[in-house]
């Protein structure tokens, strides 16, 4: 029996009060090729996680929380960051992804 | 008169046939941390741009395309990398952000 895949989506973006080096980098780097109208430039991180879910496909309450807690503790810096969960799309049954 | 802005997503990951070491560190730093049920992890980047949008506060086909050309050229790599663009929210109108 194996358990169906659920990915979760968690996005981490510098918070807006924090100044963003990679983020103002880009900003110059898009007016200097040509591109006009961009007022600013944010740069943050995604990550995918293929996670195992409940055999209806779904991620329960306590599950969710326990991806909460991935985010807030190594995902990302809570002092500097802010981040998102939410979850992206059921994965059809697999035989299993390398980890 | 001010332009109102928008907020344009544009989502890099690494493509799913390249090696992501990044995620791979960050797979078995959860499960060393405790966490169980993560069969993989990818990670990639997120942009925030902030765009100068029409007056109606959309942002028309020639401008998304522009932002597509960006993503191809300077914010992803297209030889390993996927990128996804989408338009996340309009913001209200402002009297101008710093880039």
């Given at each position: 029996m194996v358990a169906p895949l659920v990915t979760v989506v968690v996005d981490v973006m510098p918070k807006p009060e924090i100044l963003d080096p990679q983020g103002k980098a880009v900003s110059g780097a898009l007016a200097r090729l040509?591109?006009?109208?961009?007022d600013g430039v944010r740069q943050g991180k995604r990550f995918e996680l293929l996670l195992e879910a409940d055999a209806d496909g779904s991620l329960g309450a306590e599950r969710l929380a326990e991806v909460e807690q991935m985010a807030a503790t190594l995902l990302s810096n809570p002092v500097i960051e802010d981040y998102r969960v939410h979850v992206e799309q059921a994965v059809a049954q697999t035989q299993g992804v390398d980890a």
């Open positions: 040509g591109f006009a109208g961009v």
